[in-house]
């Protein structure tokens, strides 16, 4: 299948909200990018494209590619048919006219797909009556056949073959009108355009979203229109109650109005309609409604993912009620017969045959299941290693269950580092191992700060002792010239005194004594000096110790460090 729904990596933030609406099991696809960024791409073969991801990502990372710059190109080129779905309506109450007098100006046809819807009650209630089919699961919506074909594959044989209302206008123009025009459909539904390629009979699917964006992009004004008034001059004649299928409940509303008997169960929104789907596949033919009418979207098509509408539920409620009303006006007012025949379905007895408007359906190609013993090594992977963990089911992934994100990792389509509860214990884990690096390294600091202020007072000490040495070098040089200035003194008084008397020697001796006393200063002072070196060397010593320690410390902080990283 080509690629239909896109995704913008840019502004994808991994959040998981796409995952968590989607109702297909394998049409996400997780991957963690550079920098531990998540981004979640669309798996094309395993899409149903009911558009539910990108109506919920709030980041603008999902959007759509529909057939609306295709069509575009060739309108006014080509005499090309228009199909209005009664959705437009709802969608755009007082513009639908416009827009499609604006096509009509442009030379294209336009066609009303609710007399395709009455066509398709018709065939139902005719393949009901004659038994051609058994209990059957409606299929306008694109999105319920896609997924039975590529999850469900059991369910084909439920599918009704009763081609979508809009298959079944293409079908009526193409072989009872004989118009070959390219086809172009005004659509809500993004997943028409699978059903259009595998069909082969639409050529465009235009969805309304987009074509008003088209307009808004050129420049074209498109005028209002009353929102109370439902009629438009068609090429073909307006249907009639087929006009309420878009809304929930709408098939079966058109069927009960000609068979109230007629056994029928609804179901939308995809929360609901796809587990009840399951549930349908498991329970035994005998316990099927007749008929399960079916839509994907909650509140119908007629707020489906390609509308682009601003109206809420209650704008779109009321804007059905009064398109009700008017179909049921029309109908009373000349389509029935005194004897209560329909002369609608009359018209088609006469003219259709249902075999023209039946088609078949292909199932896709199922993903291999794991057994429980090739999910174990996945659970691992996550960090569940027991049978509690594997059933946290948080639902942060997006999927329903821990085993739904271990067949997504199995089957390639996600991550076990996408596993909140796998991201959190890897946390905790480093988180611990990080409080104990601290606390090593606060083992460490408080004894490198130790080491340091023992440094620190020892290099006073160092400074302490070379003041010393100055002070004792400047004063033995003050003793040493006494000395000096004493021994002049006596060879002067030698010289002086040839022939020395009992007073010279006297005089010599006290000289000589006060040199001795001079001499023993320097050598107090030498000592002194000798013991400031000692002490010196002895606190070079120490600090050299010191940083050898502190290098040591440095050292089995590093090695442990080494050890815990690998």
């Known amino acids: 299948m080509n690629e239909i729904i896109i995704v913008k990596p840019d502004k994808c933030v991994g959040c998981n909200a796409c995952v968590r609406v989607c109702p297909s099991p394998e049409a996400n696809i997780t991957k963690m990018v550079e920098e531990g960024k998540f981004i979640t791409s669309v798996n094309t073969e395993k899409c149903i494209c009911c558009g539910e991801c990108v109506k919920a990502c709030n980041h603008g990372a999902r959007d759509y590619i529909d057939d609306t710059e295709a069509c575009m190109s060739k309108v006014g080129s080509e005499k090309m048919i228009i199909l209005a779905t009664p959705a437009i309506k709802a969608a755009l109450?007082?513009?639908?006219?416009?827009?499609?007098?604006?096509?009509?100006?442009?030379?294209?046809?336009?066609?009303?797909?609710?007399?395709?819807?009455?066509?398709?009650?018709?065939?139902?209630?005719?393949?009901?009556?004659?038994?051609?089919?058994?209990?059957?699961?409606?299929?306008?919506?694109?999105?319920?056949?896609k997924y039975i074909e590529t999850y469900q594959p059991k369910l084909l044989q439920n599918l009704s073959p009763i081609h979508s209302p809009i298959l079944c206008t293409a079908?009526?123009?193409?072989?009872?009108?004989?118009?070959?025009?390219?086809?172009?459909?005004?659509?809500?539904?993004?997943?028409?355009?699978?059903?259009?390629?595998?069909?082969?009979?639409?050529?465009?699917?235009?969805?309304?979203?987009?074509?008003?964006?088209?307009?808004?992009?050129n420049d074209i004004k498109i005028p209002t229109n009353d929102e109370k008034d439902y009629s438009y001059e068609f090429e073909e004649q307006q249907g009639q109650l087929g006009g309420i299928y878009p809304r929930p409940g709408g098939l079966?509303?058109?069927?009960?109005?000609?068979?109230?008997d007629i056994n029928i169960a609804t179901g939308e929104g995809v929360h609901n309609i796809y587990p009840q789907l399951e549930m349908y596949a498991k329970m035994p033919d005998?316990?099927?409604?007749?008929?399960?009418?079916?839509?994907?979207?909650?509140?119908?098509?007629?707020?489906?993912?390609?509308?682009?509408?601003?109206?809420?539920?209650?704008?779109?409620?009321?804007?059905?009620?009064?398109?009700?009303?008017?179909a049921r006006n029309r109908r009373r007012g000349g389509g029935m017969f005194n004897r209560g025949e329909d002369r609608l379905f009359k018209k088609f007895d006469e003219e259709l045959q249902l075999s023209d408007f039946i088609r078949s359906y292909s199932p896709g190609r199922p993903s291999l299941v794991p057994s429980d013993q090739q999910l174990i090594p996945v659970f691992e992977q996550m960090g569940k290693h027991t049978e509690a963990d594997r059933c946290y089911n948080c639902h942060a992934c997006g999927y329903r269950s821990c085993r739904d994100m271990a067949m997504a990792i199995y089957r390639g389509l996600n991550t076990p580092n996408n596993c909140i509860v796998h991201a959190k214990s890897?946390?905790?884990?480093?988180?611990?191992?990080?409080?104990?690096?601290?606390?090593?390294?606060?083992?460490?600091?408080?004894?490198?700060?130790?080491?340091?202020?023992?440094?620190?007072?020892?290099?006073?000490?160092?400074?302490?002792?070379?003041?010393?040495?100055g002070e004792a070098t400047t004063k033995t040089h003050e003793r040493a010239n006494v000395v000096n200035d004493l021994l002049k003194?006596?060879?002067?008084?030698?010289?002086?005194?040839?022939?020395?008397?009992?007073?010279?020697?006297?005089?010599?001796?006290?000289?000589?004594?006060?040199?001795?006393?001079?001499?023993?200063?320097?050598?107090?002072?030498?000592?002194?000096?000798?013991?400031?070196?000692?002490?010196?060397?002895?606190?070079?010593?120490d600090i050299t110790k010191l940083i050898e320690d502190l290098n040591s410390v440095l050292l089995q902080s590093e090695n442990a460090e080494l050890k815990v990283e690998s």
Not at 123 to 138: C, D, M, P
Not at 501 to 512: H, R
């Open 171 to 217: 079908t009526y123009i193409r072989k009872y009108q004989r118009r070959n025009n390219p086809i172009a459909v005004l659509s809500p539904c993004i997943a028409k355009k699978i059903e259009f390629s595998e069909t082969g009979i639409i050529d465009y699917n235009v969805t309304l979203k987009k074509v008003m964006e088209y307009f808004d992009q």
């Open 286 to 326: 005998s316990k099927h409604p007749e008929v399960f009418d079916v839509l994907s979207c909650e509140f119908g098509c007629n707020m489906g993912p390609g509308t682009g509408t601003n109206q809420n539920v209650f704008d779109v409620l009321t804007t059905m009620k009064g398109v009700e009303e008017h």
């Open 489 to 541: 003194n006596i060879v002067t008084f030698c010289n002086g005194n040839p022939t020395m008397d009992e007073g010279s020697v006297k005089q010599l001796i006290a000289i000589l004594e006060t040199t001795i006393k001079a001499f023993g200063a320097v050598d107090d002072n030498i000592t002194a000096t000798n013991e400031s070196s000692g002490e010196i060397n002895k606190s070079i010593s």
């Open 426 to 469: 890897v946390l905790i884990a480093k988180h611990s191992e990080l409080a104990s690096k601290h606390e090593r390294l606060a083992a460490i600091t408080e004894e490198c700060l130790g080491l340091s202020d023992k440094l620190m007072h020892d290099i006073g000490n160092i400074g302490t002792n070379m003041n010393s040495i």
């Open 252 to 260: 079966r509303d058109s069927l009960w109005a000609h068979n109230p």
């Open 93 to 145: 109450p007082t513009q639908w006219k416009g827009v499609l007098d604006w096509f009509k100006k442009k030379g294209c046809l336009i066609f009303d797909v609710s007399l395709g819807a009455d066509i398709c009650t018709w065939a139902h209630l005719r393949a009901i009556e004659s038994k051609q089919v058994g209990n059957v699961i409606t299929q306008p919506c694109a999105a319920i056949v």
